[in-house]
């Protein structure tokens, strides 16, 4: 036994709030690794239509989360389709209404707004009604506590708490997170992490990366 298949939706046979996203995630432009997954009372098959908010196609603009990732009810994931234009003196989207508001606007005024990418690391906690704006990343380990609003990049295995979240402490010394960084467990087959759990669970560096 190696763990549950990251292929099944709903992995957890007696509590389907808790789904896989891989399989459960079919969206142009999102990419997520295996083992994530969304815990949500009313069920995580609607993770992307619920917290993937103004991710529009046309845009280009990506959502991009790893392997192992937790993300806990109400998370929401702001992409760049949310903003507005903000070269004017008015904010007010004049354009998509139409009716002649459209003339004379320069598409390159809003492209200018664009942040790019979304980017949730490996093994990231993300708590309850969480909110990342777009063109962040999320480093690998990251923790980002309840509520948080999240609007500049969060290093790796650091904890960010508040809006606009803010560094609140580091999980490990800087040698630790290098050491972890470089052994990267969450990028190894199912059957080694299984042979590794005791050093992942029990903080064993030395076994970790021994096993690497």
């Given at each position: 036994?190696?763990?549950?298949?990251?292929?099944?939706?709903?992995?957890?046979?007696?509590?389907?709030?808790?789904?896989?996203?891989?399989?459960?995630v079919?969206?142009?432009?999102?990419?997520?690794?295996?083992?994530?997954?969304?815990?949500?009372?009313?069920?995580?098959?609607?993770?992307y239509?619920?917290?993937?908010?103004?991710?529009?196609?046309?845009?280009?603009?990506?959502?991009?989360?790893?392997?192992?990732?937790?993300?806990?009810?109400?998370a929401?994931?702001?992409?760049?389709?949310?903003?507005?234009?903000?070269?004017?003196?008015?904010?007010?989207?004049?354009?998509?209404?139409?009716?002649?508001?459209?003339?004379?606007?320069?598409?390159?005024?809003?492209?200018?707004?664009?942040?790019?990418?979304?980017?949730?690391?490996?093994?990231?906690w993300?708590?309850?009604?969480?909110?990342?704006?777009?063109?962040?990343?999320?480093?690998?380990?990251?923790?980002?506590?309840?509520?948080?609003?999240?609007?500049?990049?969060?290093?790796?295995?650091?904890?960010?708490?508040?809006?606009?979240?803010?560094?609140?402490?580091?999980?490990?010394?800087?040698?630790?997170?290098?050491?972890?960084?470089?052994?990267?467990?969450?990028?190894?087959?199912?059957?080694?992490?299984?042979?590794?759990?005791?050093?992942?669970?029990?903080?064993?560096?030395?076994?970790?990366?021994?096993?690497?």
């Open positions: 036994m190696h763990g549950p298949k990251p292929e099944i939706k709903h992995p957890i046979d007696l509590h389907r709030r808790v789904g896989f996203l891989k399989p459960l079919d969206a142009p432009n999102v990419e997520i690794g295996e083992y994530t997954y969304y815990d949500d009372p009313d069920g995580p098959d609607q993770f239509e619920k917290c993937v908010l103004h991710h529009y196609p046309f845009i280009g603009d990506r959502l991009i989360i790893g392997r192992f990732t937790a993300i806990a009810e109400g929401r994931f702001i992409m760049n389709g949310a903003n507005h234009v903000m070269s004017g003196f008015s904010t007010y989207p004049f354009n998509i209404f139409g009716h002649g508001w459209e003339r004379g606007f320069d598409e390159q005024t809003w492209r200018d707004e664009v942040r790019g990418d979304t980017v949730v690391g490996n093994d990231v993300i708590g309850m009604e969480a909110v990342i704006m777009p063109g962040v990343t999320i480093g690998d380990g990251a923790i980002v506590a309840a509520r948080s609003v999240v609007t500049h990049d969060v290093p790796p295995f650091a904890i960010v708490a508040g809006n606009a979240a803010q560094v609140v402490k580091m999980r490990f010394t800087r040698a630790t997170i290098e050491r972890l960084l470089a052994i990267a467990w969450w990028n190894w087959p199912a059957d080694k992490i299984t042979r590794n759990l005791d050093a992942i669970r029990g903080a064993d560096l030395a076994r970790l990366e021994a096993a690497a």
